[in-house]
């Protein structure tokens, strides 16, 4: 299952992906968040503090700059520029996905 959430600034995206996230993976899903917003802050919501979100955003900020490697693979992308969140959540921040895997 595959869910966005998207809306205008200040509608409340951020804390419903959060809450969504969670509650899915407590509920034992396997969970990835990806925060593709241009101010990322989900990190923050799902709990995973301000040092290791600031952490994912300056990876993001890398590759977008031409400084870091896109990932090759989904998995590499987890590895890569990913963290584990509270209750199982893996959070990753990117800006996009080139050239996507199936499924």
Partial sequence: MKIAIVG????G????SAILARSLSRAGHRVV???CDT????????GVGDNE????????????E???EHAPSWG???????TDAPDG???????????PEPG
């Fill in 89 to 99: 959540v893996r959070l990753t921040v990117i800006t996009r996905i080139e050239n």
């Fill in 8 to 11: 205008k600034g200040g509608s």
């Fill in 76 to 82: 590499e992308i987890l590895d890569r520029y990913g």
């Fill in 39 to 46: 101010n990322p802050n989900l990190g923050l919501s799902l």
């Fill in 66 to 68: 031409g400084d870091g």
């Fill in 53 to 64: 979100t600031e952490r994912l955003i300056s990876l993001r900020e890398q590759v977008d």
């Fill in 13 to 16: 995206k951020t804390t419903t």
């Fill in 33 to 35: 968040a990806m925060d």
